[in-house]
């Protein structure tokens, strides 16, 4: 199907439906993977600025 889709995934890359596109959105969208920014060092982080 999509031979061009990315690596990690290719049991995503053989699904049909538009399941893959709401994981590439969320994966976009997944900020915590991409700069190690939790909730709990967000609070840190902005308490610490108080």
Known sequence: MATK????S???AQ???TRR?????ATAHDF???DGMT???LHKNYF???
């Open 15 to 17: 699904d049909p439906t």
């Open 32 to 34: 915590e993977t991409h």
């Open 10 to 12: 290719q049991a995503l």
């Open 5 to 8: 889709f990315p690596k990690f």
């Open 39 to 41: 909730e709990e060092n």
């Open 48 to 50: 610490l600025i108080f």
């Open 21 to 25: 596109i709401w994981f590439g959105i």
